[in-house]
């Protein structure tokens, strides 16, 4: 049902209409020109019969007979037509938000929450002690991790000519219609996308992760270079001004991480060359920004020292800076500078093995570390200060000084991450070989405990130089090996963390702390020392079960007196991480949701009583079913004690681009970040009080329903996965060329190894979003029975817990991008009638249900009462859905059919990119 919209929000969003009119009329013009009058006319007609469908004054089948039939030849020019309208109505929708927001601030309106603005002014109003919220944000890290994940079905060269028609569109609104600039912005925004149209939509090879590697920097260099440290800067100097005797946050706190070229959990082509070259690759961007900004610096600071004084520190750096004293003589700041560029040359020779483009030769001192290199900033900056010129030491000085504390030598942690099950493996042959143990696969957990605290106990290594290994073993202890390296080069938080997927058992953990001992990253100790290790072992919790186990898992490894030696070691943190995707997979969107909830919960209470630090890490994905959704809200959303000051979260595929491609969005998504970390540590925003036990109770009987509903179609019901197979293009996925990972775990027809990515990508793109919210209409509308005081309850719990609320928000934006009416036509694609009746039938009876009991719960006539922006979007732009959802269905249909000629399978790869930028969260 499309939404109801006043008059008062049509003409809000009247610019909106008028920029997807622009450009789609370009694009219109563009297609007459190169492709003729009667390929255009086609798009045209099935364009309005789209939006007639969606007003609903035709029936959908005017569509489907439109298409019907259409030679694959003119098919491929279709899908890539609507796949260009929809890509041109989100870049609209984008420029439509940066024009509400800033009419929202000349309007002299509150800052709008998400903002630190907002968040700054909720702190003031709580007047909070300034010791509790040291201790609070003692050590306080915001962790943005990009990963390698695949869901951005878009190219690299349509991502940027896309980014130049939104600044071409940005500056088209500062002219009048009669100004020579407006005209000539048209005509720019006209060769745009002339170039958009004749260039190829989809990949020919697959991404390989050297490739991956490179689309992760490139974040840096169009935001997150400048933006975090100013970032960290505002909040630091905000923080401090509101409790200056507190001393807060000596690290910056917003520093990011990378999984790409550290993952190797199913990604055989993660190598110990490949750790080498994503930890390489990112410093070398670090040395060579800075070393650029150091050359501006040389140019600004020309300060004269017959003008102006300089300290003593600064003095001394500018007789290093210049071999030749007669060298800008009079010019201490610029000489201070170039020495300082000097230095920091060699530093990079050093730890790179060559010299960046903007560095100097020669045989300069290199830093020890980044900390020198601050001290000789800080040196300059205070001299400035001391001779009045604070405003030039706030500029390009100040940005460089906040970059280098920010990102150091290394720019990014990189995890490591890798499968219990191949820990498991590996240790087992390290310990055959030593002779520790010749058969450690069939020790008890008690026993694999003992033996591993005991290795990590000894200095001796178990390998020497002559062992003959396995290939996995080699690979393994080389990847590792690698680490170290890159730990010795670039310093300790070039590689923080140690990820274990998978982890059921304190083994699991003490196995990963052997490997890492192995390759001489942990220190065992002696008689005088514990065990230290640079290199955090964070346990992942996957699958509903695990989650359940973690925090019993977690407080028995610290009983270990090794492991708890590590944890004291590094400050007493310790950091867990929380899968989102594998949990959906298994329990369905409910289930999955409460179990993260509870399993941190019982983290808190572990943290609590052995006296650690606890910092969740937060596996989340793009799409709902893959814990997305707003950051901001799921921050709030987390339970009382949960966050304390840290918080990390994975991004990847679609959303990095949506997130921190623009300067402006990347600000706005970073700060969201962090608002929603500062209020979660230092207000009560669960709001539960006295009544947290009884929710508690009340949505641990909901889950279990919920859980139970979703396994009887998904685990339970015979044919289920024929059903998927046949009705969704997940065969498909794996051919789209988004990314290096293979599709599955291991060859198999089961749900439960097929990766999260595609079983999320494939219901979405049959429109069906069956693991954001199957199973939960029957839980709650069972629990309810009719009963007007359990439908208060639960209303009442959707008004004051934020969780909750995330919940079924986060649900009714996944139910409103589906559309069970199209999702029928994917349902004709399974061969079976009695199947295909059966599963869909129970798919279709379960979404009314849900929609029913949600509208119930929060007394919203529809879907998207509450976000009525996302109910704009869909508005605009689902109408181009209807012809490339209808003409997928059809081309898995000559497919299936016998008909694997090349441009048919291209169709339909077309298609999937098409949709997948639709719905803009597609895995």
């Given at each position: 049902?499309?939404?109801?919209?006043?008059?008062?929000?049509?003409?809000?969003?009247?610019?909106?209409?008028?920029?997807?009119r622009f450009l789609?009329?370009?694009?219109?013009?563009?297609?007459?020109?190169?492709?003729?009058?009667?390929?255009?006319?086609?798009?045209?007609?099935?364009?309005?019969?789209?939006?007639?469908?969606?007003?609903?004054?035709?029936?959908?089948?005017?569509?489907?007979?439109?298409?019907?039939g259409?030679?694959?030849?003119?098919a491929?020019?279709?899908?890539?037509?609507f796949?260009?309208?929809?890509?041109?109505?989100?870049?609209?929708?984008?420029?439509?938000?940066?024009r509400?927001?800033?009419v929202?601030?000349?309007a002299?309106?509150?800052?709008?929450?998400?903002?630190?603005?907002?968040?700054?002014?909720?702190?003031?109003?709580?007047?909070?002690d300034?010791?509790?919220?040291?201790?609070?944000?003692?050590?306080?890290?915001?962790?943005?991790?990009?990963?390698?994940?695949?869901?951005?079905?878009?190219?690299?060269?349509?991502?940027d000519?896309?980014?130049?028609?939104?600044?071409?569109?940005?500056?088209?609104?500062?002219?009048?219609r009669?100004?020579?600039?407006y005209?000539?912005?048209?005509?720019?925004?006209?060769?745009?996308?002339?170039?958009?149209?004749?260039?190829?939509?989809?990949?020919?090879?697959?991404?390989?992760?050297?490739?991956?590697?490179?689309v992760?920097?490139?974040?840096?260099?169009l935001?997150?270079?400048?933006?975090?440290p100013?970032i960290?800067?505002?909040?630091r100097?905000?923080?401090?001004?509101?409790?200056?005797?507190?001393?807060?946050?000596?690290?910056p706190?917003?520093?990011?991480?990378?999984?790409?070229?550290?993952?190797r959990?199913?990604?055989?082509?993660?190598t110990?060359?490949?750790?080498?070259?994503?930890a390489?690759?990112?410093?070398g961007?670090?040395?060579?920004?800075?070393?650029?900004?150091?050359?501006?610096?040389?140019k600004t600071?020309?300060?004269?020292?017959?003008?102006?004084?300089?300290?003593?520190?600064?003095?001394?750096l500018?007789e290093?800076?210049?071999?030749?004293?007669?060298?800008?003589?009079?010019?201490?700041?610029?000489?201070?500078?170039?020495?300082?560029?000097?230095?920091l040359?060699?530093?990079?020779?050093?730890a790179?093995?060559?010299?960046?483009?903007?560095?100097?030769?020669?045989?300069a001192?290199?830093?020890?570390?980044?900390?020198a290199?601050?001290?000789?900033?800080?040196?300059?900056?205070?001299?400035l200060?001391?001779?009045?010129?604070?405003?030039?030491?706030?500029d390009?000085?100040?940005?460089?000084?906040?970059a280098?504390?920010?990102?150091g030598?290394?720019?990014?942690?990189?995890?490591?991450?890798?499968n219990?099950?191949?820990?498991?493996?590996?240790v087992?042959?390290?310990l055959a070989?030593?002779?520790?143990?010749?058969?450690?696969?069939?020790?008890?957990?008690?026993?694999?405990?003992?033996?591993?605290a005991?290795?990590?106990?000894?200095?001796?290594?178990?390998l020497?130089?002559?062992?003959?290994?396995?290939?996995?073993?080699?690979?393994?202890?080389?990847?590792?090996?690698?680490g170290?390296?890159?730990?010795?080069?670039?310093?300790?938080?070039?590689?923080?963390n140690?990820?274990?997927?998978?982890?059921?058992?304190?083994?699991?953990?003490?196995?990963?702390?052997?490997?890492l001992?192995?390759?001489?990253?942990?220190?065992?100790?002696?008689?005088?020392?514990?065990?230290?290790?640079?290199?955090?072992?964070?346990?992942?919790?996957?699958?509903?079960?695990?989650?359940g186990a973690?925090?019993?898992?977690?407080?028995?490894?610290?009983?270990?007196?090794?492991y708890r030696?590590?944890?004291?070691?590094?400050?007493?943190?310790?950091?867990?991480?929380?899968?989102?995707?594998d949990?959906?997979?298994?329990?369905?969107?409910?289930?999955?949701?409460?179990?993260?909830?509870?399993?941190?919960?019982?983290?808190?209470?572990?943290?609590?009583?052995?006296?650690?630090?606890?910092?969740?890490?937060?596996?989340?994905?793009?799409?709902?079913?893959?814990?997305?959704?707003?950051?901001?809200?799921?921050?709030l959303?987390q339970?009382?004690?949960?966050?304390?000051?840290?918080?990390?979260l994975?991004?990847?595929?679609e959303?990095?681009?949506?997130?921190?491609?623009?300067?402006?969005?990347?600000?706005?998504?970073?700060?969201?970040l962090?608002?929603?970390?500062?209020?979660?540590?230092?207000?009560?925003?669960?709001?539960?009080?006295?009544?947290?036990?009884?929710?508690?109770?009340?949505?641990?009987?909901?889950?279990?329903?919920?859980?139970a509903?979703y396994?009887?179609?998904v685990?339970?019901?015979?044919?289920?996965?024929?059903?998927f197979r046949?009705?969704?293009?997940?065969?498909?996925v794996?051919?789209l060329?988004?990314?290096?990972?293979?599709?599955?775990?291991?060859?198999?027809?089961?749900?439960?190894?097929l990766?999260?990515?595609?079983?999320?990508?494939?219901?979405?793109q049959a429109?069906?979003?069956?693991p954001?919210?199957?199973?939960?209409?029957?839980?709650?509308?069972?629990?309810?029975?009719?009963?007007?005081?359990?439908?208060?309850?639960?209303?009442?719990?959707?008004?004051?817990?934020?969780f909750f609320?995330?919940?079924?928000?986060?649900?009714?934006?996944?139910?409103?991008?589906s559309?069970?009416?199209?999702?029928?036509?994917?349902?004709?694609?399974?061969d079976?009638?009695e199947?295909?009746?059966k599963?869909?039938?129970?798919?279709?009876?379960?979404?009314?249900r849900?929609?029913?009991?949600?509208?119930q719960?929060?007394?919203h006539?529809?879907?998207?009462?509450?976000?009525?922006?996302?109910?704009?979007?869909?508005?605009?732009?689902f109408?181009?859905?209807?012809p490339?959802?209808?003409l997928?269905?059809?081309?898995?249909?000559?497919?299936?059919?016998?008909?694997?000629?090349?441009?048919v399978?291209?169709?339909?790869?077309?298609?999937?990119?098409?949709?997948?930028?639709?719905?803009?969260?597609?895995?």
């Open positions: 049902m499309s939404p109801t919209r006043t008059e008062p929000e049509q003409e809000a969003t009247r610019p909106l209409r008028e920029d997807i789609g009329g370009i694009l219109g013009d563009t297609i007459r020109d190169h492709e003729g009058e009667e390929l255009f006319d086609l798009i045209e007609r099935v364009r309005v019969e789209a939006f007639r469908v969606r007003r609903e004054e035709v029936d959908r089948s005017a569509v489907a007979d439109m298409l019907d259409v030679p694959v030849e003119t491929l020019p279709l899908i890539r037509a796949s260009y309208f929809v890509l041109l109505a989100n870049l609209a929708e984008d420029l439509q938000r940066d509400r927001r800033a929202h601030v000349g002299g309106e509150p800052p709008q929450d998400s903002s630190l603005a907002a968040t700054y002014a909720k702190l003031d109003a709580a007047g909070l300034g010791g509790v919220v040291a201790e609070l944000l003692t050590d306080a890290l915001v962790s943005p991790v990009i990963t390698a994940h695949p869901t951005e079905t878009r190219r690299r060269t349509v991502f000519v896309q980014a130049q028609i939104t600044d071409l569109m940005r500056v088209r609104q500062h002219y009048s009669d100004e020579p600039e005209a000539e912005s048209a005509r720019a925004i006209r060769r745009e996308i002339l170039q958009l149209w004749r260039t190829a939509l989809i990949r020919l090879a697959r991404l390989r992760i050297q490739d991956e590697i490179a992760g920097l490139r974040y840096y260099d935001t997150l270079y400048d933006v975090i100013a960290n800067a505002e909040v100097a905000a923080l401090r001004s509101r409790w200056p005797e507190a001393e807060l946050l000596a690290r706190i917003l520093r990011p991480g990378s999984w790409i070229g550290g993952d959990d199913g990604n055989p082509y993660v110990a060359d490949v750790v080498r070259t994503a390489t690759q990112a410093a961007y670090a040395f060579d920004r800075y070393l650029r900004d150091l050359v501006d610096l040389e600071l020309s300060l004269s020292a017959r003008l102006v004084p300089v300290t003593d520190a600064v003095a001394r500018a290093a800076g210049y071999p030749d004293p007669a060298v800008f003589a009079d010019e201490p700041y610029r000489r201070a500078a170039h020495g300082i560029r000097a230095r040359s060699a530093t990079a020779v050093r790179l093995g060559d010299l960046p483009e903007h560095g100097l030769p020669g045989d001192a290199p830093y020890p570390d980044p900390q290199v601050l001290d000789d900033l800080d040196a300059i900056d205070a001299s200060r001391a001779g009045g010129d604070a405003l030039l030491a706030d390009r000085l100040a940005a460089l000084r906040h280098v504390e920010t990102f030598f290394h720019l990014q942690g990189l995890d490591m991450r890798q219990s099950e191949v820990h498991e493996q590996v087992a042959e390290l070989w030593a002779g520790v143990h010749a058969d450690y696969a069939s020790l008890a957990e008690d026993e694999r405990v003992a033996l591993l005991g290795e990590l106990r000894t200095r001796r290594p178990l020497g130089p002559n062992a003959h290994l396995s290939e996995l073993a080699e690979k393994e202890l080389g990847v590792l090996r690698a170290k390296h890159v730990i010795d080069t670039f310093g300790a938080a070039a590689v923080p140690y990820i274990i997927s998978m982890c059921t058992s304190v083994s699991d953990m003490l196995e990963a702390a052997l490997l001992k192995e390759a001489g990253i942990l220190d065992p100790g002696d008689a005088d020392s514990g065990a230290v290790s640079p290199v955090g072992i964070v346990p992942l919790f996957e699958t509903i079960e695990d989650l973690g925090a019993a898992t977690l407080a028995a490894a610290l009983d270990v007196p090794v030696d590590l944890v004291a070691a590094a400050g007493m943190r310790q950091e867990v991480m929380l899968g989102y995707s949990s959906n997979k298994d329990g369905g969107y409910l289930a999955a949701n409460w179990a993260l909830y509870r399993a941190e919960l019982d983290l808190v209470e572990v943290a609590r009583k052995s006296g650690i630090r606890l910092r969740l890490f937060h596996g989340r994905g793009g799409t709902v079913g893959r814990g997305g959704g707003r950051s901001y809200d799921a921050i959303a339970p009382a004690g949960a966050v304390r000051g840290s918080l990390r994975t991004e990847q595929g959303v990095i681009a949506a997130k921190y491609a623009e300067q402006r969005a990347a600000h706005r998504n970073l700060e969201s962090i608002a929603g970390t500062l209020e979660s540590t230092l207000l009560d925003v669960e709001g539960l009080g006295e009544d947290a036990e009884p929710a508690y109770e009340l949505l641990d009987e909901l889950a279990a329903r919920a859980r509903a396994r009887a179609l685990h339970e019901t015979p044919g289920f996965v024929q059903y046949e009705s969704t293009p997940v065969a498909e794996g051919d060329n988004i990314g290096s990972r293979p599709a599955s775990r291991k060859p198999t027809n089961s749900v439960a190894d990766r999260a990515i595609p079983w999320v990508m494939a219901w979405s429109r069906v979003m069956l954001g919210w199957y199973g939960t209409g029957t839980a709650l509308g069972d629990w309810i029975g009719g009963d007007p005081e359990r439908l208060a309850r639960l209303t009442d719990l959707y008004r004051r817990w934020p609320r995330t919940v079924l928000s986060n649900m009714a934006q996944v139910m409103a991008k559309d069970l009416d199209i999702a029928a036509r994917y349902a004709g694609l399974v079976d009638p199947l295909r009746e599963i869909f039938g129970m798919i279709r009876a379960e979404y009314d849900t929609v029913a009991v949600y509208e719960i929060t007394g006539p529809e879907l998207l009462s509450d976000n009525p922006s996302l109910a704009e979007s869909i508005h605009n732009r109408p181009y859905l209807e490339l959802n209808q997928q269905v059809d081309l898995l249909r000559r497919l299936r059919g016998g008909d694997d000629s090349e441009l399978k291209r169709g339909i790869l077309l298609t999937m990119n098409g949709l997948a930028t639709a719905l803009r969260n597609s895995g």
